[in-house]
């Protein structure tokens, strides 16, 4: 007697013979997810896009300067210059006055971009850290502690600027308090250190409140298991708490290099423009552009750019920095193929051993 079986249906295959395989854009997700996004990067490419490339335009040419030897007419307009404005940046030449002397202050500026950098960011991660793990404990009145620990972050950059202006005055707050007369405004080695005060104060709280959303994650079972074996409160932290809270941490601290590197208006409003010891490549860039010299302007720009770009590359691929947030699932995916590849061995094993 015959009997019937129900055979699976067979997928046809695609036109090259090939199966095709399920993603995203072929059920249409994909294509809801860019109707969805499409706002959004429309107002990137008109805000940043169209800007850096106008940018890169620009530094390419040069403003014409002088008298035109052929009509005797002051010069105008613009002329295609090439890669001038950059090799003019390390060779120290002043692409207008044919002079030098632009490179030591180029390099004053990028070395003062980097030192505020490190420390402002170092100063920043310990404090923030710090603030996350007070805001995370259970006590009495702990929304009051959160919202006076925000607020400074909460304040316009320039509004802090004008405050800590006032505060860092020869006859303002802070002398009074040290009990000393220091030219905290004028151009000298306590004016970066007004800044990096002004900067950590403000920014602080940005690392305390990501890394308070990380240290939310960590299940409190862990802990109350530490106990047990006997853990001390510094284990705790350094085996528990940084390992679990790193990844949240080292995108605060990558938002908060990135920002710094790029600093312009808390140096500018607090100390002002031309001083030395606080000139960064933003506020070196754009004294250029208002002096009219646009094209070296965005030559620096540019440099910044770069620079940024490339402390981002590293952070992203020495540190493990999870910008998008995709490292997670590839590692669970990771982990469940092989897991299920070693449940799947186990009865082979058995199996094998069975037939022995």
């Not at 299940?219 to 350094?238: C, H, L, R, S």
């Amino acid at each position: 007697m015959a009997t019937a079986t129900a055979e699976a249906p067979v997928r046809p295959p695609s036109a090259d013979g090939r199966k095709r395989k399920k993603n995203a854009l072929s059920d249409g997700q994909g294509r809801l997810a860019w109707i969805l996004l499409a706002p959004t990067l429309l107002v990137i490419i008109v805000v940043a896009g169209i800007p850096v490339l106008m940018s890169i335009r620009e530094s390419f040419f040069q403003t014409n300067s002088g008298v035109d030897p052929t009509t005797g007419l002051v010069a105008g307009g613009e002329r295609f210059s090439g890669l001038e404005n950059f090799t003019a940046i390390f060779s120290g030449q002043d692409t207008v006055s044919g002079s030098y002397g632009q490179l030591g202050r180029f390099i004053n500026a990028f070395l003062n971009t980097t030192f505020i950098t490190v420390v402002a960011v170092l100063a920043e991660t310990v404090l923030g850290v710090a603030m996350a793990l007070i805001m995370a404990k259970a006590f009495r009145g702990r929304g009051i502690v959160r919202a006076g620990i925000l607020v400074p972050w909460a304040i316009p950059t320039i509004v802090s600027a004008l405050m800590w202006k006032l505060i860092f005055d020869e006859a303002g707050v802070m002398n009074r308090i040290l009990g000393s007369q220091i030219l905290w405004l004028a151009d000298g080695a306590s004016s970066f250190w007004a800044v990096i005060i002004a900067d950590v104060w403000k920014t602080a709280p940005f690392i305390g409140l990501l890394t308070l959303a990380g240290l939310q994650t960590i299940p409190a079972e862990v802990y109350e298991a530490a106990k047990v074996d006997g853990a001390t409160a510094w284990q705790q932290f350094t085996r528990i708490t940084l390992p679990m809270v790193r990844p949240t941490l080292v995108v605060a601290v990558l938002f908060r290099t990135l920002d710094t590197l790029r600093m312009f208006d808390l140096p500018y409003g607090m100390i002002g423009p031309g001083k030395y010891r606080v000139e960064t490549l933003s506020i070196f860039a754009y004294l250029e552009a208002n002096a009219g010299r646009y094209g070296p302007a965005a030559a620096y720009a540019i440099v910044l750019f770069i620079y940024v770009l490339l402390i981002a590359f590293l952070f992203v691929k020495i540190l493990g920095a999870d910008v998008i947030g995709d490292s997670a699932p590839k590692k669970a995916k990771k982990k469940r193929g092989d897991r299920d590849a070693t449940t799947g061995a186990v009865p082979a094993l058995q199996q094998m051993g069975g037939n022995h």
